[in-house]
């Protein structure tokens, strides 16, 4: 593999405005020597419906922290969806990849009893197929590049990965047996539920129907003006303020980074260890932040009293993985005129959407221990992009043609 391709995306020029997304000048095409990841936790819904949404949103992103650990670096293209991520990898690193996501497969079933689909394709694939993938890349803040993928390759390898049929070549296998454990240190749990600044925290997916490049950037332009329209700039409707973030005190959100990094159920020895361990950072944590006490302890470089700042810089409350992913802090009644124009675009056959509403956002955070790279992932509470994810497919399926009724001889 040349340097070439293994530094492709290290190598993108980063666009400075999310409102970039839709610039075609902007995406280059996946080497084909890369391969798709995907990660999604089967029957989430039914997990989101039994109260485990925190346990869904971790075994959902958890993959991307243990990639970043075999790269040693979190500067790669991944993009969170809320019960699973999509993740581009250059072909060198594919067996210790593997290797880790069965690891991590293993870690979700014992920590939350959660089952996570994992998944490979290679992109050429994708590509002789005739289908394609493109990569772009945002520059959100020095400490976070965030990849924003076009293409309607992905949701070709997205169908084929996730095709239920039991010799699914795209599986990683049961028996797998990796030479590579998977290593989850960086990742932390540690905020309570936040309070948005207005009545509602809104998860919002847009998917654009066209195909063309130039009548998508029409349409995503309409839908940025809508949601400016209705919703205000981005001052107003982001999710997360610094000022709401409090350390939490919720034992189950503590016990999902300890049973993570631990890799072990409570009772382990391991895991007493690193609770133990927690509860006196927390303890630290609460006081530095409370008090906003500059203490000689630095995370990633920043003082541990200046996290719900740099939290909120590097969060990935909006994203773009060949739909628009957003979560939104509104009024019911900016919501309402938001949803009404959506429906509107809908009744045109331009795109499709799925809305989810709480009344509060949740973090994940990723903290690459050997840079300063880090990302927050942000999701409405309560199932967030999950349950807009399944109204949006309502909708696609009402729109699918039916097949013709036989009608006999």
Same mark, same amino acid.
């Given at each position: 593999?040349?340097?070439?391709?293994?530094?492709?995306?290290?190598?993108?020029?980063?666009?400075?405005?999310?409102?970039?997304?839709?610039?075609?000048?902007?995406?280059?095409?996946?080497?084909?020597?890369?391969?798709?990841?995907?990660?999604?936790? %089967?029957?989430?819904? =039914?997990? %989101?419906?039994?109260?485990?949404?925190?346990?869904?949103?971790?075994?959902?992103?958890?993959?991307?922290?243990?990639?970043?650990?075999?790269?040693? +670096?979190?500067?790669?293209?991944?993009?969170?969806?809320?019960?699973?991520?999509?993740?581009?990898?250059?072909?060198?690193?594919?067996?210790?990849?593997?290797?880790?996501?069965?690891?991590? /497969?293993?870690?979700?079933?014992?920590?939350?009893?959660?089952?996570? #689909?994992?998944?490979?394709?290679?992109?050429?694939?994708?590509? +002789?197929?005739?289908?394609?993938?493109?990569?772009?890349?945002?520059?959100?803040?020095?400490?976070?590049? $965030?990849?924003?993928?076009?293409?309607?390759?992905?949701?070709?390898?997205?169908? *084929?990965?996730?095709?239920?049929?039991?010799?699914?070549?795209?599986?990683?296998?049961?028996?797998?047996?990796?030479?590579? *454990?998977? +290593? &989850?240190?960086?990742?932390?749990? #540690?905020?309570?539920?936040?309070?948005?600044?207005?009545?509602?925290?809104?998860?919002?997916?847009?998917?654009?129907?066209?195909?063309?490049?130039?009548?998508?950037?029409?349409?995503?332009?309409?839908? &940025?003006?809508?949601?400016?329209?209705?919703?205000?700039?981005?001052?107003?409707?982001?999710?997360?303020?610094?000022?709401?973030?409090?350390?939490?005190?919720?034992?189950?959100? @503590?016990?999902?980074?300890?049973?993570?990094?631990?890799?072990?159920?409570?009772?382990?020895?391991?895991?007493? !260890?690193?609770?133990?361990? !927690?509860? !006196? $950072?927390?303890?630290?944590?609460? &006081?530095?932040? /409370?008090?906003?006490?500059?203490?000689?302890?630095?995370?990633?470089?920043?003082?541990?009293?200046? !996290?719900?700042?740099?939290?909120?810089?590097?969060?990935?409350?909006?994203?773009?993985?060949?739909?628009?992913?957003?979560?939104?802090?509104?009024?019911?009644?900016? =919501?309402?005129?938001?949803?009404?124009? @959506?429906? #509107?675009? *809908?009744?045109?056959?331009?795109?499709?959407?799925?809305?989810?509403?709480?009344? #509060?956002? @949740?973090?994940?955070?990723? @903290?690459?221990?050997?840079?300063?790279?880090?990302?927050?992932?942000?999701?409405?509470?309560?199932?967030?992009?999950?349950?807009?994810?399944? $109204?949006?497919?309502?909708?696609?399926?009402?729109? =699918?043609? $039916?097949?013709?009724?036989?009608?006999?001889?």
């Amino acid at each position: 593999m040349s340097s070439a391709t293994l530094h492709f995306y290290k190598d993108l020029p980063a666009m400075r405005s999310f409102a970039e997304i839709g610039e075609i000048d902007a995406y280059h095409p996946v080497p084909g020597d890369w391969y798709v990841v995907i990660t999604d936790v %089967i029957g989430s819904t =039914r997990a %989101i419906e039994a109260g485990k949404y925190k346990q869904v949103n971790v075994a959902g992103g958890i993959a991307a922290m243990a990639i970043a650990n075999v790269l040693e +670096d979190m500067d790669y293209p991944f993009v969170f969806g809320g019960d699973g991520v999509t993740i581009l990898i250059p072909g060198e690193v594919v067996d210790e990849v593997r290797d880790v996501l069965v690891d991590t /497969r293993a870690m979700v079933r014992e920590a939350f009893a959660l089952e996570l #689909r994992v998944g490979l394709m290679p992109v050429h694939e994708i590509q +002789d197929s005739g289908h394609a993938v493109s990569l772009a890349k945002l520059q959100i803040s020095e400490y976070y590049n $965030q990849a924003m993928i076009a293409g309607d390759g992905l949701d070709w390898a997205e169908a *084929r990965i996730k095709d239920r049929d039991p010799d699914n070549p795209y599986l990683v296998p049961e028996d797998h047996a990796p030479l590579r *454990r998977a +290593d &989850f240190r960086g990742f932390t749990c #540690r905020w309570q539920d936040v309070k948005g600044p207005h009545d509602e925290t809104v998860a919002l997916i847009v998917k654009v129907v066209e195909t063309d490049p130039i009548a998508r950037r029409r349409i995503m332009q309409e839908v &940025f003006g809508a949601i400016s329209e209705h919703l205000g700039g981005e001052g107003d409707y982001h999710p997360l303020r610094a000022e709401h973030l409090k350390p939490t005190r919720d034992r189950a959100y @503590l016990h999902n980074e300890v049973a993570v990094t631990s890799k072990q159920p409570k009772g382990g020895l391991r895991y007493q !260890l690193g609770m133990v361990k !927690l509860r !006196l $950072q927390m303890a630290i944590f609460r &006081f530095a932040v /409370r008090t906003g006490t500059h203490l000689p302890i630095r995370v990633n470089g920043n003082n541990i009293a200046d !996290l719900p700042r740099y939290n909120v810089l590097s969060s990935d409350f909006r994203k773009f993985d060949n739909t628009l992913k957003m979560i939104l802090a509104c009024t019911t009644e900016g =919501r309402t005129r938001l949803v009404a124009h @959506l429906e #509107r675009m *809908r009744a045109r056959g331009v795109i499709y959407y799925g809305v989810h509403i709480s009344d #509060r956002a @949740l973090t994940t955070c990723l @903290l690459h221990e050997r840079t300063i790279r880090e990302v927050h992932f942000v999701d409405a509470a309560d199932g967030g992009y999950a349950l807009a994810a399944k $109204q949006l497919k309502r909708q696609l399926q009402a729109d =699918r043609p $039916q097949p013709r009724a036989s009608t006999g001889t």
